[in-house]
């Protein structure tokens, strides 16, 4: 019943910024959390960030203050700003939408790939 569709990966030197969106569509109901994960060749998803239904953050230590969230509603529309990019970043990035007590729906991932 919900897609997500992302957007915004590609290539970015080192130190660049780049920003990744999340579009969900289908019904979607109430508000719910939404997760950024990244997986890297060879290693394990890890969580990113999260952004709440009351607008509560969290982020990963690895990327605290340099990433940010926000989410339009409206538009169905969450994004991650990433700042300050390091080659470590370099992955394929997720947006999930989470469902209390269900598995929850995921996006198609897009590639992250930062240059030193």
């Known amino acids: 019943q919900v897609q997500l569709v992302q957007s915004g990966g590609g290539l970015v030197q080192a130190g660049g910024p780049l920003r990744l969106s999340c579009i969900a569509s289908?019904?979607?109901?109430?508000?719910?959390?939404l997760n950024w994960s990244r997986q890297a060749p060879g290693k394990q998803r890890e969580l990113v960030a999260s952004?709440?239904?009351?607008?509560?953050?969290y982020f990963a230590d690895a990327v605290r203050g340099r990433f940010t969230l926000s989410r339009d509603n409206a538009k169905n529309t969450a994004y991650l700003e990433m700042n300050s990019l390091k080659p470590e970043d370099t992955a394929v990035y997720y947006c999930?939408?989470?469902?209390?007590?269900?598995?929850?729906?995921w996006g198609q991932g897009t590639q992250v790939t930062v240059s030193s």
């Open positions: 289908g019904s979607i109901g109430t508000m719910n959390s």
């Open positions: 999930s939408l989470q469902r209390p007590g269900l598995p929850p729906y």
């Open positions: 952004i709440g239904s009351g607008g509560e953050t």
